[in-house]
Nanobody, 121 residues
Framework: QVQLVESGGGLVQAGGSLRLSCVASGRSFSINAMDWYRQGPGKQRELVATITRRGSTNYADSVKGRFTISSDNAKNTAYLQMNSLKPEDTAVYYC???????????????WGQGTQVTVSS
């Protein structure tokens, strides 16, 4: 079984920065890609950023130029550096990963429990 654990959320003023981390743990697995999603109050969950194992990245238009996704494959960890935060970035941020596991012999989506980010105006 693989688990994803996020950290780094909190309360920040508009214009500030936060760095989220997502660590995958378990046995006999390989990560294909990691994503960050968010769900704001009364909103649907949306994809924020993606990074593949090879380092290719993609971003939602709303965060381009402000957020940066990165990863450390040796540590099975993805990061989301969030700069110039706005009140509309307030949401629960979830880590998602496409992971191949030996026990299943195939790739499956895994989710973290989420971390709250609140941006005050």
């Amino acid at each position: 079984q693989v688990q994803l654990v996020e950290s780094g959320g909190g309360l920040v003023q508009a214009g500030g920065s936060l760095r989220l981390s997502c660590v995958a743990s378990g046995r006999s697995f390989s990560i294909n890609a990691m994503d960050w999603y968010r769900q704001g109050p009364g909103k649907q969950r949306e994809l924020v950023a993606t990074i593949t194992r090879r380092g290719s990245t993609n971003y939602a238009d709303s965060v381009k130029g402000r957020f940066t996704i990165s990863s450390d494959n040796a540590k099975n960890t993805a990061y989301l550096q969030m700069n110039s935060l706005k009140p509309e970035d307030t949401a629960v941020y979830y880590c998602n990963a496409d992971i191949w596991t030996l026990t299943r012999g195939r790739s499956t989506d895994y989710w973290g429990q989420g971390t709250q980010v609140t941006v005050s105006s």
